[in-house]
């Protein structure tokens, strides 16, 4: 049956039977539906087997967004998604699912509306993939909730699927920092080195991560011994020198006889059954496992207490992975592969037999078959089999993470990466996008990705920088920390056995360039953290595509430019031998920054068009969109190592612009009571100089620190104004 209600400004929900309850959207709405209600507006419905099917006519030039994680272009158009979660580290074009499940799409052209599916299970989209213009969504149960929102501003769309679904996730201040990774730094000496090499090279870093290594047998929730003998002092003692230590956890817990998590487990019955009651068993890292059962809020509060085993040793932050939940294989599995492989092998010449074998152990990993017999019984003891709800796993477990921290953490923000996600998770956690390849092609889908995710609320996010599996090249590597400079997630991160990735892993001149990188990221920091907290606080993404922004029928086209934050239009270059590329400018002027080092400005007023602008290989070309500011300041060797004392202001000024700066503690949540300080930077073109005044607003805890800022301001005709105000200054102007 459907229901209908409307809901919020221009909202209308559809209920298609009893749907599971997610938790995706804030509001209840259970007792407010008008039964029998029209279909929903502009999808035509059918049904097939309990499969429901939702159809849309694509006019030639409807554009569709959103899916957060997902291949495929920022227009989706073109291609099929399946969104089931997977653990499948070869992001090939012709995949159809990656991680998680993001269900949130808009169409723009002919009709413009958004709409959600809240739906755990799998979804299947057609976007115009088997017939050019047709759009099928098909729903594999018919128990959802579909959201239609019906608006032509794509950033009225988003700000009421935020509005519904929740504000995204914000870090502490140091996670906007740049993070070192790989599969592993197992040990206190590796880790002491690398962050030895980061201050002794003078690169900013903020934080490590602990791959699976640093865990005895990767047992979760234990550090081994042997190589960390003293983990709290070491935390601590990292920590004295400005380095967070990230340490990963995986849902699955090893069966081994007195190792107490699983003893406590399984005395208490936290773990998902088997079709027989036993049980569900699996292999991951450790061998063979079994799997929290998430979905039940008991097996939560066991869990998220565990973490506190590793916050008490000082740590404040984790990343949760293999939780689509990755399966390696079962005994099951393995007694059929065995039993085929004996079958084909026994013959003198197995023929076309062997093919029977050769990719039978890859398929024992995430089969089908396992999850429909993974059981998991919900607090009202309804029982589901995770094939029904697959989609939620990883986002459980994060919450069970997420909801612990709030607990024991009071008010304080924590680091959390997730690798598995659903809608909703983006207000407790972030995610990362999983094992992509050191392939200049990643980098593209990187950009991407980064868009679509900020589209359905993953602001904080990043790809693995300089590529996950495979070996990078400096050049791939330098390329990718440009664009890595300008993704709010900036971790490099590397698989075991792929060739060292850190800045220094290649040679003086790779390093020296990397250098200049990470020390502009730092630069930028109070741009970034000032219009990260804007986006979150007005609900409108972070990173932009910039047909969001301008209507023009080129802009429509563009993939590879975006915006990072209001100000700054990035152009990365992502292929291999290339000393520029071509960018188009849309509608304005704009001020072109080949940015080398954040100390040297050499810049210049562009005309809106399209050029091939060149940029060697420690070049990254980035554009000030006209009547914008942006500040910058000294890097440090870590976040807040010192008290923020000087801001330069560069802007491109042909009437009027303005910026705020933003200020708060970086870590507790006060910011939310208005807790936090305010400094609003105007200037305003005047005959033939420029007018410059401040709005400053602090609060309780919070004031402007800020002592001096510099000015340095273009205008159309290129011409500089510089200059240098003291605190008495933009005090004196102040309200
Ligand atoms: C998974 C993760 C990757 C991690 C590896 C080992 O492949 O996606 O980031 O390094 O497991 O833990």
């Known amino acids: 049956m459907l229901r209908k209600m409307e809901l919020l400004n221009f909202t209308d929900l559809y209920r298609f039977g009893n749907p599971f309850k997610t938790g995706a959207t804030l509001i209840n709405f259970d007792d407010k539906f008008h039964e029998n209600s029209k279909t929903p507006d502009f999808f035509e419905v059918s049904s097939a087997d309990k499969k429901i099917i939702l159809k849309y006519n694509l006019d030639e030039k409807d554009a569709v967004y959103g899916l957060g994680q997902s291949l495929g272009g920022i227009n989706k158009r073109g291609k099929k998604y399946r969104l089931y979660a997977t653990d499948d580290p070869l992001h090939t074009p012709e995949k159809e ?61 988003i700000k009421e699927f935020l509005t519904l679904t929740g504000t995204p996730y914000v870090p502490p201040k140091w996670a906007f920092g740049f993070g070192q990774s790989r599969w592993s730094y197992p040990d206190e000496k590796t880790v002491t080195d690398i962050a030895d090499n980061f201050r002794k090279n003078k690169i900013p870093c903020d934080m490590i991560f602990l791959d699976i290594d640093y865990m005895d047998n990767y047992k979760v929730f234990t550090v081994d011994k042997k190589k960390f003998p003293n983990f709290k002092k070491f935390v601590s003692k990292m920590k004295d020198k400005g380095f967070r230590l990230l340490p990963i956890i995986d849902p699955g817990v090893k069966i081994e006889k007195g190792y107490d998590v699983y003893e406590e487990g399984l005395k208490n019955n936290y773990f998902c059954k088997d079709e027989k009651g036993n049980n569900f068993t699996a292999a991951v890292w450790p061998g063979l496992t079994h799997f929290p059962d998430f979905t039940n809020k008991t097996t939560r509060r066991w869990w998220g207490g565990l973490y506190k085993r590793l916050t008490d040793e000082g740590i404040e932050g984790f990343w949760n992975d293999m939780n689509e939940p990755a399966l390696f294989y079962t005994k099951e599995g393995l007694d059929d592969l065995k039993k085929t492989n004996e079958e084909v092998l026994s013959k003198e010449d197995p023929g076309f037999d062997f093919f029977k074998i050769k990719d039978k152990a890859n398929g024992l990993s995430n089969k089908a078959s396992d999850y429909k017999r993974m059981i998991h019984i919900t607090d009202k003891n309804e029982k589901y089999t995770n094939e ?21 953490k009071k008010n304080q923000r924590y680091f959390l990466l997730s690798r598995s996600s659903y809608v909703g998770l983006h207000r407790f956690a972030a995610i990362w996008m999983g094992d992509n390849q050191s392939w200049w092609e990643h980098m593209l889908v990187h ?12 602001f904080y996010t990043g790809a693995d920088v300089g590529g996950f599996g495979c070996n990078a090249s400096p050049e791939l590597a330098i390329r990718w920390q440009q664009l890595g400079a300008f993704t709010p997630l900036y971790r490099n991160h590397a698989a075991i056995g792929t060739r060292n990735q850190e800045p220094w892993a290649f040679d003086e001149k790779t390093m020296d360039i990397t250098r200049d990188i990470i020390n502009f990221r730092y630069a930028m920091s109070p741009y970034i953290y000032s219009e990260f ?43 291999p031998n290339q000393r520029g590329r071509f960018v188009y400018l849309p509608e304005s002027k704009w001020l072109m920054w080949n940015l080398k080092k954040y100390d040297q400005t050499n810049l210049k007023i562009y005309q809106s068009g399209s050029y091939f602008i060149e940029a060697g290989i420690d070049e990254i070309p ?66 033939t100089d420029y007018e410059i005044f401040f709005d400053v607003v602090e609060s309780k805890d919070n004031k402007i620190l800020i002592e001096e800022i510099d000015f340095e301001i273009y205008d159309e005709k290129n011409q500089i104004f510089i200059k240098k105000i ?9 309200n």
Do not use: W
């Open 97 to 157: 699912s990656l991680y998680g499940s993001h269900p949130f799409l808009i169409i723009k052209g002919k009709n413009t509306f958004g709409f959600f599916i809240d739906f755990p299970g799998e979804i299947v989209l057609d976007v115009g993939f088997t017939q050019t213009n047709l759009f099928t969504v098909e729903v594999s149960r018919d128990d959802f909730d579909l959201y239609v929102f019906n608006n032509a501003d794509v950033f009225l769309i």
């Open 388 to 408: 029904d709800i697959h989609n939620l796993y990883g986002y459980h477990m994060t919450k069970a993470t997420s909801d612990a921290f709030s607990e024991f």
């Open 447 to 458: 950009i991407k990705m980064l868009i679509s995710l900020n589209m359905c609320g993953f």
């Open 533 to 575: 907290m804007k986006a979150t606080i007005e609900l409108k993404p972070f990173i932009k595509p910039i047909f969001f922004i301008y209507e023009d029928d080129i802009s429509k086209n563009i993939e590879d430019q975006f915006f990072f934050g209001d100000s700054i239009m990035v152009c990365p270059i992502y292929t």
């Open 622 to 687: 980035i554009f000030i969109k006209e009547n914008s500011l942006t500040i910058l300041t000294e890097p440090q060797n870590y976040t807040n190592e010192k008290p923020l004392l000087k801001l330069k202001v560069i802007g491109f000024v042909t009437d009027k612009a303005s910026f705020t700066y933003f200020e708060d503690d970086g870590v507790s949540y006060d910011y939310k009571n208005g807790n936090y300080a305010s400094l609003k930077i105007f200037v305003e073109k005047k005959e």
């Open 726 to 734: 003291g605190k008495n200054n933009f005090y004196k102007f102040s």
